[in-house]
C-alpha cells in the first residue's frame, strides 16, 4: 500500500472514534444520527461547491449510487437499534470485520485476487480487533435479533465500501457524499418521526454546547469519510483499506473503554500487537 494512502487511512483511523465517543453521548440516538447526516450533508454541498467539482456528475454512476446509499441504511439502522438494545460491546467485532465480508464478495464475485502476504495481514488485523473487543462469556446465539443486526450492519460496511471504491473511478469525494447523505436525510428522519405522536416530539432546547454536540460529530465524520474515499481515489484497495482502518479499535479502547471491560491487560496487549503487525503487513505488501 502506498505510504500516502496508508497514512490518510490511519488519520481517518484516529479520527474516527472521536465522533463516535461524542455520538455515543447523545441523549437520543435517532435524532443523533439524523443530524449527523444533515451536518455531512451540508459539509459536501458546501465542499462541492467551494472545488467547484461537478455535482451532476453521480448521475452517471446512479446505481453504485444506490448500492452506496443501501449499505449505508443496512450499516446505519443496524448500528443504531444495536445502540438502542445497549448490545453493541458484544456485538461491535462482528461489525467491525467487514474486510472479511469483502474479500469473500470481491473474490467470488467481482474477480479480486489478494496475495497471502495481504491476506494473512488482513486476518491479523480482523482478528486482533475482535480480540480487543471481545467480551468475555458472550453468547451470541442467546440473542439471534441482535446478532443478525450486527451482521446486517457488517454487510453494509461491505457493501457501501465497495460501491464507494467503484464510485471514485468516476467521481470526487465530496459529490459521493452530497449525494448519499442528502438520500440518507429522508431515511432517518422517518426513522426518527416512527412511532413517536407529532405533538409530542421532544426535541432538546438548543444551547451552544448542545448545538456544538450536534455539529462536531459530523464536522469529524465527514473529515474521517472524506479521507477514505480520498485513499479509494487514489487507488486503495477496498479490503486492504478497511484492514487498516481497524487501528480505530485499539483507540477506541483507550478513549473510554466503551466495548471492553477493565481488565484482561494481557489480551489487550496481544491483541493490540497483533492487529497493528496485521496493519504493517497490509501497508508494506500490499
Given at each position: 500500500m502506498d505510504l500516502v494512502?496508508?497514512?490518510?487511512?490511519?488519520?481517518?483511523?484516529?479520527?474516527?472514534?472521536?465522533?463516535?465517543?461524542?455520538?455515543?453521548?447523545?441523549?437520543?440516538?435517532?435524532?443523533?444520527?439524523?443530524?449527523?447526516?444533515?451536518?455531512?450533508?451540508?459539509?459536501?454541498?458546501?465542499?462541492?461547491?467551494?472545488?467547484?467539482?461537478?455535482?451532476?456528475?453521480a448521475t452517471a454512476v446512479l446505481p453504485l449510487i444506490m448500492l452506496s446509499w443501501g449499505g449505508q441504511i443496512f450499516y446505519g439502522m443496524c448500528l443504531t437499534l444495536t445502540l438502542s438494545r445497549g448490545d453493541l460491546s458484544a456485538y461491535y467485532p462482528i461489525i467491525r470485520s467487514s474486510p472479511v465480508f469483502i474479500v469473500v464478495v470481491g473474490v467470488s464475485f467481482l474477480g479480486y485476487s489478494y496475495s497471502w502476504h495481504v491476506l494473512a495481514g488482513i486476518a491479523m488485523a480482523v482478528a486482533g480487533g475482535f480480540l480487543l473487543l471481545y467480551r468475555r462469556g458472550t453468547d451470541y446465539l442467546s440473542d439471534p435479533k441482535t446478532l443478525g443486526l450486527s451482521l446486517l450492519a457488517m454487510s453494509g460496511t461491505g457493501i457501501y465500501s465497495i460501491a464507494d471504491s467503484q464510485l471514485m473511478q468516476t467521481i470526487t469525494p465530496e459529490v459521493q457524499m452530497l449525494w448519499v447523505e442528502m438520500m440518507l436525510i429522508p431515511v432517518y428522519l422517518g426513522v426518527f418521526l416512527h412511532g413517536r405522536v407529532p405533538t409530542r416530539i421532544s426535541v432538546p432546547r438548543l444551547t451552544?454546547?448542545?448545538?456544538?454536540?450536534?455539529?462536531?460529530?459530523?464536522?469529524?465524520?465527514?473529515?474521517?469519510?472524506?479521507?477514505?474515499?480520498?485513499?479509494?481515489?487514489?487507488?486503495?484497495?477496498?479490503?486492504?483499506?478497511t484492514s487498516v482502518r481497524q487501528a480505530s479499535i485499539p483507540i477506541s479502547v483507550l478513549l473510554g473503554g466503551f466495548f471492553l471491560r477493565e481488565g484482561a491487560i494481557l489480551r489487550r496487549l496481544f491483541a493490540s500487537l497483533l492487529l497493528a503487525v496485521g496493519i504493517v503487513v497490509i501497508i508494506v505488501t500490499g
Open positions: 494512502i496508508a497514512a490518510m487511512v490511519v488519520t481517518s483511523a484516529i479520527i474516527h472514534p472521536f465522533w463516535n465517543l461524542l455520538q455515543k453521548k447523545q441523549s437520543d440516538p435517532q435524532l443523533g444520527y439524523l443530524c449527523l447526516t444533515v451536518v455531512l450533508a451540508l459539509c459536501a454541498l458546501v465542499h462541492a461547491l467551494a472545488a467547484g467539482s461537478d455535482i451532476l456528475a451552544v454546547a448542545r448545538l456544538t454536540m450536534f455539529i462536531v460529530p459530523g464536522v469529524l465524520a465527514y473529515a474521517s469519510y472524506y479521507l477514505i474515499l480520498l485513499a479509494f481515489k487514489l487507488g486503495g484497495d477496498v479490503a486492504a483499506v
